[in-house]
């Protein structure tokens, strides 16, 4: 797919990120998760890997690039049947399996979401307590190059409406391998958003095993004037934001809750209580998204520290179109989250 | 089949009979307030396919799901008290009727999502294949699941990778209250399987055992790792689709075809041939009989004497380990 080449050269490009303890050794996004994936299946019997093209030359961009070599069996591919699969999980799951599986496009989550939200969700509850649903369904998002309304959307707001599902969206790949490891070890469903663009994205990522707690965001970089609440691939565009806001004298925090649920508020209270001003931005839809609900989740507690309105960087409420021209007006980037800032601040 | 064996497949008939009969019994009181779907004319395919199954065989239902797990050997008790809301049922009164589990015999989880429960084994036999584990998996579901499309996607991906799996459709003809014929062109349920290269097998659901025979085959050939199995089963449901009254009134079902089944008691049956081999008496009938009901009736007064579970409990259990 050479337009999924021409969209990352788009999106990296020279920027520091503050991605967490360094030891020098530079990893991609991608990279990570194999790394991460390899060691889990390595050290772990009952972790297994599935997905439509997990085992094709192309490995899901490199992110499972010949597992199947390494671990025979345990690594395969599947027929196109998003809710059965889930079902496969979930029951894997249920009688003491790992098990991991992978839609290269998010959108082809909707398929399964009998079994996430009619299942997976709830099996642990309504056998009070008695059974568990360890998986991780690993999920990717594209945009641009024309992908339009059905290869594009980040639906992470569903899954927060559900109880009994979590969810995690890294943003580095230092994130990236260790929220996997620990989503692997979570005794729960998991629900792990990957972004395209962060793919070719390097950060130091240690050799060894790590885990990153759900429920532990962190300051990407720290700030006085305005809190930014970013996640996945907006965090990389808050970044760029708080590079050109910073030649204008003002200074963003950028904080990246890394899980959406569970997720960290105190981290978020902390900042705007330091700020008073909080934007959340989003890779999703405005209405009923992750940005209104973490507003709606936050806002009683940070009223009292607020100087202005809460600012919203997120799409506009259509269907993603295909002409450039018109992804122009429909994708949020660094730009936008600029202008936030400032309409914030004035 | 020898008697031992005859005996123990009417015996666990007979108190899946009793058990739903007293759910008949207590449901008017309103103190069992759980959608209960009843079996009763039914029982002859839970004794049967599970006669074959041992503890740690895994076994999937439906809302459906009294009959299989007491056949799997669920305990009366917990599932009573399940029944009446209690903190000593089964799941701690966060289930009910419809979602029984008992994980130390098999039963890791109960969907009442038409089909929801197919996938679910399927992974369990996946997971058993995986880990070079020595057990079956089997799942019942009714005809209504066989319109769902995770039902295809189960049987390919099951023949696909030889999964220690059978599929026990019980078709009694309804989904609710629609008819298998005007839900589906062909009556063919078990031809089915075999588009997918799996063994399909019909037979009569009434008859506990023929039921026994077949079911004994297929468990047998799917331990000895030879791929799915389907056995469909022909039978019906001499209450509504859900609650303890006869849909015949509300005119769902004509009275007569009602009554012609209820004819076909598998019960009866195979109490008739026990009597007619001299594999039972009359009295020793009886005597099961009144051994089972005291069972029930211990069960019922566990049940009801049982503490309610505190509110404060219901955002327990959301995420595993809290």
Known sequence: MPWTKVAVDHATGELSMNAGPGNGRLLTYGAALREAQYQALKRDDRVFLMGEGVDDSGGIFGSTLNLHKDFKGRVFDTPIAENALTGFINGAALTGSRPILVHMRMDFMLLSFDQILNHAAKLCYMSGGRVRVPWVVRTLVGRGWGSAAQHSQSLHAFFMHMPGIKIVMPSSAYDAKGLLLASIADDNPVVFVEHRWLYDLKTDVPKDEYLIPLGKGFVRKSGKDVTVVALSLMVLESLKAADSLKKEGIDIEVIDPRTLHPFDEEIVIESVKKTGRLIIADQGWKSGGAAEIIAGRLCNKIRPYLKSDIGFVTLPDAPTPSSPALEEGFYRNARDIVSCVKETLR | ?322
């Not at chain 2, 079956?136 to 189960?154: I, K, Q």
């Not at chain 2, 085959?217 to 389907?230: E, F, N, S, W």
């Not at chain 2, 509300?250 to 209820?262: H, M, S, V």
Request: with cysteine; hydrophobic share 40%.
């Open chain 2, 1 to 322: 089949m020898d008697n031992i064996s005859i005996r123990q497949i009417y015996q666990t008939c007979l108190i899946i009979r009793l058990f739903e009969e007293r759910v008949v019994a207590l449901y008017p009181e309103q103190k069992m307030r759980t959608p209960v779907h009843l079996c009763l004319g039914q029982e002859a395919i839970a004794a049967g396919v599970c006669f074959h199954l041992k503890l740690k065989d895994y076994l999937f239902t439906t809302h459906r799901c009294h009959g299989h797990c007491i056949a799997k050997g669920v305990s009366l008790r917990a599932m009573m008290a399940e029944f009446y809301g209690k903190q000593t049922g089964l799941c701690s009164g966060k289930g009910g009727s419809m979602h029984l589990v008992d994980p130390e015999r098999g039963i890791v989880a109960t969907s009442a999502i038409v089909g929801g429960g197919i996938p679910l084994a399927v992974g369990a036999a996946l997971s058993v294949k995986l880990k070079k584990e020595k057990r079956v998996v089997v799942v019942f579901f009714g005809d209504g699941a066989v319109d769902e499309g995770v039902f295809y996607e189960s049987l390919n991906f099951a023949a696909l990778k030889k999964l220690p799996i059978l599929f026990v459709c019980e078709n009694n003809f309804y989904a609710t209250n629609s008819t298998q014929e005007s839900r589906q062109p062909l009556d063919n349920i078990f031809e089915r399987a075999r588009i997918f290269g799996i063994p399909g097998f019909r037979c009569d659901g009434n008859d506990a055992l023929k039921v026994t025979n077949l079911a004994g085959r297929l468990v047998a050939k799917v331990r000895q790792q030879k791929g799915p199995m389907l056995l469909e089963c022909r039978t019906y449901r001499w209450k509504g689709h859900v609650g303890p009254d006869c849909d015949s009134e509300k005119g769902y079902r004509p009275k007569d075809e009602i009554d012609a089944w209820i004819r076909k008691c598998p019960l009866k049956k195979l109490e008739k041939y026990c009597l007619k081999k001299r594999i039972l008496t009359i009295e020793g009938i009886e005597e099961i009989r009144l051994k089972l009901s005291k069972e029930i009736d211990e069960a019922v007064e566990w049940a009801q004497e049982g503490p309610l579970p505190l509110k404060a409990d219901v955002t327990q259990n959301v995420t595993y380990g809290d």
